[in-house]
């Protein structure tokens, strides 16, 4: 029984495509850390030559510092956001975080490393909670999140005072397990002239891991798909609810690990401290490339935010500026960023018509 095979026209292509072929300059634009990229070398530049003390490689390790403190969880609120919600408790959490483990531990008279573990299940309840409110009962994660903001922020002060007669926590310092918990979480190692803390090797492992999660496994595949449309994801079967908990828990966990290095690093935490840093977190997501509409970013990009973040905040010291004018930059950026971003996103997105 023979068959008919109808064939294509000789020179015809085998099958049309939709979509445009960009030439190199469009295709790295496409890239959602590019711009990031970009504005990181032309502000290294800007500082090297405006503020002597700049140029120096101490300075640079300092600047490194920095950006780690905010970078590490800013990893965690990029994965978030990502996948399209907001965690508006991610900068007091951090200070929870601390305060938890150095009462507990005071007042009980045990090991550090006890009250460390203990405070890290919290944080993640915290996190869990986020996530089971947001998704039980469809309340946006904005105003989820302001209000275990503002429980932790006031927890933070009642319960410290309450405690301790004080807004601090009791110094760690000769506390069981000190040592150890401070070579983990603020190690200083000296490297000839300069000082590398340890947090910027953690930041740049968590970055490091968060990229590979997102571009090589199923894990990243989810977070983009909850974040561009989660009723599509839902409908091929992606556990949008586990995934979206398990990002509110990152950044609880992250928040936790930060919380540890601020606690161990002073030794004494300020109830008060840590309010205001989510913003620097969501900040350093956006100038990263990552959309506040969700579904679009990654984590090279959130870290190369960091660093733009740790250059400025010091940068303007190192010139002799006042220091004011940061937040008045930060505004300016995040709203070029923004514009950025959506002109990134077209280009990426961009089809031939028909």
Known sequence: MSQTVKTAPAGAPAEASNRVQLGLSNRLLARPEIGA???????????????????SLPSFFTVLYQSSTIGIVAVAVGLLMIGGEFDL????????????????????????????????LFCLCVGFFNGYMVMRTGIPSFLITLGSFFVLQGANLGVTKLVTGSVSSPNTTQMDGSSSLQFV?????????????????????????????????????????????????????????????????????????????YLYNFNVLQAGNGVGNEFLYIIAAVVGGTLMTGGYGNTIGVALGSFIFGM??????????????????????????????LY???????RKVG
């Open 185 to 261: 979480f603020a190690h200083v190692f000296q490297l000839g002239p300069v000082q590398l803390n340890i947090t910027v090797i953690w930041w740049l492992v968590f970055a490091a891991l968060a990229a590979y999660i997102l571009q090589r496994t199923r894990i990243g595949n989810w977070i983009y798909a909850v974040g561009g449309n989660a009723a599509s994801a839902r409908a091929v079967g992606v556990p949008v609810t586990r995934v979206k908990i398990g990002l509110f828990m990152t950044v609880s966990f992250l928040g936790w690990f930060t919380g540890m290095h």
């Open 37 to 55: 990229l970009v504005a990181a070398v032309v502000i290294f530049i800007f500082f090297l030559a405006v503020a002597p003390s700049f140029r």
């Open 89 to 120: 408790s991610a900068g007091v959490i951090t200070t929870t975080a601390g305060l938890f483990n150095a009462m507990f531990c005071y007042q009980l008279g045990i090991n550090l490393w006890v009250g460390a573990i203990v405070s890290l």
């Open 344 to 350: 990134v996103k077209k280009l990426s997105t961009t």
């Open 312 to 341: 400025t905040s010091l940068g303007i010291v190192y010139a002799g500026w006042d220091p004011n004018w940061f937040r008045a930059f930060l505004g300016v950026m995040l709203l070029l960023a923004v514009m950025v971003n």
